[in-house]
């Protein structure tokens, strides 16, 4: 039996010499503990498995696992003819290397993230889309205020920045919205990743930058352009 199965059965650590009772079939006894094979899906988990002596339990059809230090595909007729020179009535159907076993059981987790990198893509064209159209409109309509500003003096630089500053704060209170739900929404990718962690700091903080930078820009553009006009003729902009 595996160790999973041992650990199930006997708690104490004493498998060996015990005996266990199978459904449908007598007691029997144990002569030996093996590891847990690990499962060829990165998510699953070993299961409890029994080894039996193919005399004892015959099947339809057995796995032979071989190690070698050179190109598995090159044995295969070395093995197919040492195979028939030990077992005649044995035909070997096919060979599969450990890569393409691995490569077969990631082929489902793959393609989810696949999917999910193509959504987050178009997502975050979309919100760049968004976040610049809309805070480059609000600012836009603001070109009559800035004529105003400064025909009664106000510096072009400090109208700037302070119609950016304006302009980032519903930015930036979407974002820390955007941030609590993501962290949030993490555990729910848990499940589909391996070998990466679902919360991942810099990926957060560097998407959290990039959208703060394209608000910025958003908000500086448009202000930039309308500072830049002489103030009557801002003042006449509709």
């Given at each position: 039996m595996n160790r999973t199965l041992a650990d199930r059965f006997f708690p104490d650590g004493r498998a060996v010499g015990g005996r266990i009772e199978l459904e449908g079939r007598d007691r029997v006894d144990v002569i030996g503990v093996v590891a847990d094979v690990p499962p060829l899906r990165p998510d699953a988990v070993a299961e409890p498995e029994i080894y039996w002596p193919l005399a004892q339990r015959t099947r339809f059809a057995s796995y032979?696992?071989?190690?070698?230090?050179?190109?598995?595909?090159?044995?295969?007729?070395t093995v197919r003819a040492r195979?028939?020179?030990v077992a005649p009535d044995v035909s070997a159907s096919r060979f599969r290397t450990m890569d393409e076993l691995l490569a077969g059981g990631l082929v489902s987790p793959r393609f989810n993230l696949v999917v999910l990198a193509i959504f987050a893509a178009v997502a975050l064209c979309l919100a760049t889309i968004g976040i610049?159209?809309?805070?480059?409109?609000?600012?836009?309509?603001?070109?009559h205020e800035i004529g105003l500003r400064k025909a009664l003096g106000a510096?072009?630089?400090?109208?700037?920045g302070q119609i950016i500053r304006q302009g980032l704060t519903p930015a930036l209170a979407g974002l820390l919205i955007g941030i609590a739900a993501a962290l949030a929404l993490t555990r729910l990718m848990a499940g589909m990743l391996y070998g990466v962690r679902s919360f991942d700091p810099a990926t957060l903080v560097s998407v959290t930058l990039a959208f703060a930078l394209i608000a910025s820009v958003a908000c500086w553009i448009p202000a930039r352009r309308a500072a830049a006009l002489e103030p009557m003729e801002a003042m006449r902009v509709e």
């Open positions: 032979f696992v071989l190690r070698t230090v050179s190109d598995p595909g090159a044995l295969e007729g195979l028939a020179g610049y159209g809309v805070i480059s409109y609000n600012v836009s309509r603001r070109t510096d072009r630089h400090r109208i700037v």
